[in-house]
C-alpha cells in the first residue's frame, strides 16, 4: 500500500483537519438528534407536543447555532487553505465537505417555519414527518460530509 505525502500547506492541512473535526460532530449530533430527540419529541401523543417543542426549540438552539458557526468556519478556513496553498490533490473531496457543511444550516433554517407552527399547536402528520425528513437528510449530508473530509486528508 502506498502512503500519500500530506499536504505541504499547514493552513490548508489545519483547515481540512477542522472541517474533519467539525464534520464528526455534526454526525454525531445529528445521528443522536435523528434516533433519540425527535423520536421522543413526536412519537406517541400530540398532546403537549406544543410545550415539548418549545422546550426542545430553546435548549437545542445554542447547541445547534454554536455546531453550525463552527462548522461554517471550518469550511471557510478549508477553502481558504485549498484557494491559498494551489494544491490540486483533494480539493472536490474538500469542496464535497464545505458544502454539507453549508447544506445543513440551510436545511434547518428552512425547517424552522414547521418547528414554529408546531409550537403554535398547528400539528400535523405531514408536518411532523417533514421535519423527520429534513432531520435524515441533514444526518446523511453530515455523515457525507464526514468522509469527504477524510478524503480530503488523505490526499
Not at 428552512?110 to 423527520?132: D, F, K, N, W, Y
Amino acid at each position: 500500500m502506498k502512503r500519500r505525502r500530506p499536504a505541504s500547506d499547514p493552513t490548508l492541512r489545519a483547515g481540512r483537519l477542522a472541517l474533519l473535526t467539525t464534520s464528526a460532530i455534526t454526525l454525531g449530533f445529528q445521528s443522536i438528534v435523528s434516533s433519540v430527540v425527535y423520536p421522543q419529541l413526536f412519537d406517541g401523543t400530540t398532546h403537549g407536543i406544543a410545550e415539548r417543542q418549545s422546550d426542545h426549540a430553546r435548549r437545542i438552539a445554542p447547541v445547534a447555532l454554536t455546531l453550525y458557526a463552527t462548522s461554517l468556519g471550518a469550511a471557510v478556513w478549508a477553502t481558504y487553505g485549498s484557494v491559498r496553498s494551489g494544491e490540486r490533490t483533494g480539493r472536490v473531496a474538500t469542496a464535497v465537505a464545505c458544502a454539507s457543511s453549508l447544506a445543513g444550516p440551510v436545511i434547518t433554517a428552512g425547517v424552522v417555519p414547521l418547528h414554529a407552527s408546531i409550537a403554535q399547536e398547528q400539528i400535523t402528520r405531514p408536518r411532523i414527518a417533514a421535519l423527520m425528513a429534513s432531520d435524515r437528510l441533514r444526518t446523511g449530508l453530515a455523515a457525507v460530509g464526514m468522509v469527504a473530509a477524510a478524503q480530503s486528508l488523505s490526499n
